[in-house]
């Protein structure tokens, strides 16, 4: 017999997604996906380019409903097919009344899909991108934490708005570092998971005020869901679990992490 999943949450104080990719959600309209967003309280939700492919498409999808905000930028796995021309849409977008950051961007060893050296390269033009534009930036770092710090260390006085490294799963080194330069660090479903003891670590290690919530999604679904799509409206239990895991009252984090996206992306709100 299969455990029954319990009902999402819905709580008295709003909350924001803070990183998924609405274009790739499959499993229903996109309508019915923001419609069920909504009705667990999520106030905003900001989807994330990775491509030349979808920079146009967040765009668009950021246009869907007002309280819908995009990225503009080359993920790390894509950075080979990052051009002149592809910069020069970034630029031109990357401040757009809907844009709120640019990312995702960053360097990932573990799957190596694009040259290291090109990866740094890339990661180092989008960065400056950031720093000309005053713009946060979305980072993705795996399995390449000394390179992320140095490459962070030499924008370390132009990058006035720091940003967030999402889906952290990174060692404490690249974890402290990022803290102490006024990063915040977002943390999804695998928070949830059996196996993530050491994400776990990281959140205990990480103050409170610099946290972002996040679903990635469609992946790492969170428990008690996992083996489903994941989508924005499962982003309560993502709030949950970091409270039970920091050991803080439910509420201080949906305040406190609700504050915190406000000042990352949203600083006029």
């Given at each position: 017999m299969s455990k029954k999943r319990r009902e999402i949450p819905v709580f008295e104080h709003p909350i924001i997604e803070t990183h998924c990719h609405l274009d790739y959600l499959k499993d229903r309209p996109l309508?019915?996906?923001?419609?069920?967003?909504?009705?667990?309280?999520i106030e905003r939700v900001i989807t994330i380019a990775v491509s030349p492919d979808n920079l146009?498409?967040?765009?668009?999808?950021?246009?869907?409903?007002?309280?819908?905000?995009?990225?503009?930028?080359?993920?790390?796995?894509?950075?080979?097919?990052?051009?002149d021309a592809v910069e020069e849409e970034?630029?031109?977008?990357?401040?757009?009344?809907?844009?709120?950051?640019?990312?995702?961007?960053?360097?990932?060893?573990?799957y190596d899909h694009a040259d290291r050296e090109v990866q740094k390269d890339v990661f180092r033009r989008q960065l400056q991108i950031a720093c000309d534009l005053n713009q946060p930036v979305v980072i993705h770092?795996?399995?390449a934490d000394d390179d992320t710090i140095a490459i962070l260390g030499e924008f370390e006085s132009t990058l006035k708005r720091r940003g967030v490294i999402h889906s952290f799963t990174s060692g404490p080194?690249?974890?402290?570092?990022?803290?102490?330069?006024?990063?915040?660090?977002?943390?999804?479903?695998?928070?949830?998971?059996?196996?993530?003891?050491?994400?776990?670590?990281?959140?205990r290690m990480a103050p409170i005020?610099?946290?972002?919530?996040?679903?990635?999604s469609p992946f790492l679904t969170p428990v008690p869901y996992r083996g489903r799509e994941n989508a924005p409206f499962y982003l309560p239990f993502v709030a949950e679990k970091i409270a039970e895991v920091k050991e803080l009252p439910l509420e201080q984090v949906i305040q406190q992490t609700y504050l915190n996206s406000l000042k990352t992306f949203f600083p006029a709100a």
């Open positions: 309508e019915e996906t923001l419609e069920r967003t909504r009705q667990v309280n146009a498409t967040v765009r668009e999808l950021s246009q869907a409903e007002p309280w819908v905000y995009g990225t503009q930028g080359i993920h790390p796995h894509e950075a080979e097919t990052y051009t970034i630029r031109a977008h990357g401040s757009d009344e809907k844009i709120v950051a640019i990312g995702e961007i960053g360097l990932d060893y573990f770092s795996r399995e080194e690249l974890a402290q570092y990022a803290l102490d330069q006024g990063w915040c660090l977002g943390f999804n479903g695998i928070t949830s998971f059996n196996k993530a003891e050491n994400v776990r670590d990281i959140v005020e610099q946290i972002l919530l996040e679903t990635d």
